[in-house]
């Protein structure tokens, strides 16, 4: 019986599910954009796009053979992430790049994954994305956001209809895309104001003595690109 459930479940998981109407895909991009445009309401969704930044950095760091010493996110949505290793090298260069991509390459992902009707996967991917990085959140304001992050996720792939599973994940993939596109924008006004004179790109350029404005256009094609893919997937383009 045990087996039966466990079987039951990994179906749910790996199978797909009825892509959902035009229309809601629609709604909840407009949703997404208004968790996005309005600088009032950006001001508490772009959390969500902290947690993807920092999430990408300390990815990478793992993947190259980096040690993550922890992960701390600000309630100003700024944050942190700490790894040890060579000071140099490409594995630092990877690490230091990947944050402001991530949002959008993540958003990408799910849409590849909405794409194929997968719903349940992405919820549940997102949900186990969110548990291993916990384990490395090392502040409380931390802790509670990724814990609500992920209760969210697995509530709505349990305890929701399919309609609203559907809904629910479409508007996280585009909130991904779309929230993906702005902080690279913001980076460039502030460093027009003479501001973020240690962010990611400045640090990058110390480490490959290519520009900064170069790394910072290149987030730009990176984000904008993963938009305009990514949307056609979901609009079934």
């Known amino acids: 019986m045990e087996t039966d459930h466990l079987t039951d479940i990994w179906g749910r998981v790996t199978g797909s599910q009825p892509a959902p109407s035009l229309w809601l895909v629609i709604a909840t991009a407009v949703?997404?954009?208004?968790?996005?445009?309005?600088?009032?309401?950006?001001?508490?969704?772009?959390?969500?796009i902290t947690i993807a930044h920092e999430g990408g950095h300390g990815l990478i760091a793992l993947v190259t053979g980096r040690r993550l010493d922890g992960i701390r996110l600000h309630s100003d949505t700024s944050g942190l992430t700490v790894s040890r290793g060579k000071p140099t090298g490409l594995?630092?260069?990877?690490?230091?790049?990947?944050?402001?991509?991530?949002?959008?390459?993540?958003?990408l992902a799910g849409a590849a994954l909405l794409a194929a009707g997968h719903i349940t996967a992405l919820l549940w991917g997102a949900t186990a994305l969110l548990l291993a990085m916990l384990v490395m959140i090392r502040n409380a304001y931390g802790v509670l956001t990724v814990v609500l992050a992920g209760a969210a996720f697995l509530l709505v792939s349990w305890l929701t209809t399919p309609d609203v599973q559907a809904g629910f994940g479409y508007a996280a993939v585009?909130?991904?895309?779309?929230?993906?596109?702005?902080?690279?924008f913001e980076l460039m006004g502030k460093r027009r104001r003479g501001g973020a004179v240690d962010s990611d790109p400045d640090q990058l350029a110390r480490l490959?003595?290519?520009?900064?404005?170069?790394?910072?256009?290149?987030?730009?094609?990176v984000t904008l690109c993963s938009l305009m893919g990514g949307g056609r997937w979901l609009l079934g383009l």
């Open 174 to 184: 585009w909130f991904l895309l779309l929230g993906g596109v702005r902080p690279p």
């Open 208 to 221: 490959t003595h290519v520009p900064a404005a170069l790394w910072l256009g290149l987030f730009h094609v």
């Open 91 to 107: 594995g630092m260069v990877l690490t230091a790049a990947a944050g402001y991509v991530a949002p959008s390459l993540l958003g």
């Open 31 to 48: 949703l997404a954009l208004g968790a996005v445009v309005p600088h009032t309401a950006w001001r508490l969704s772009r959390n969500a």
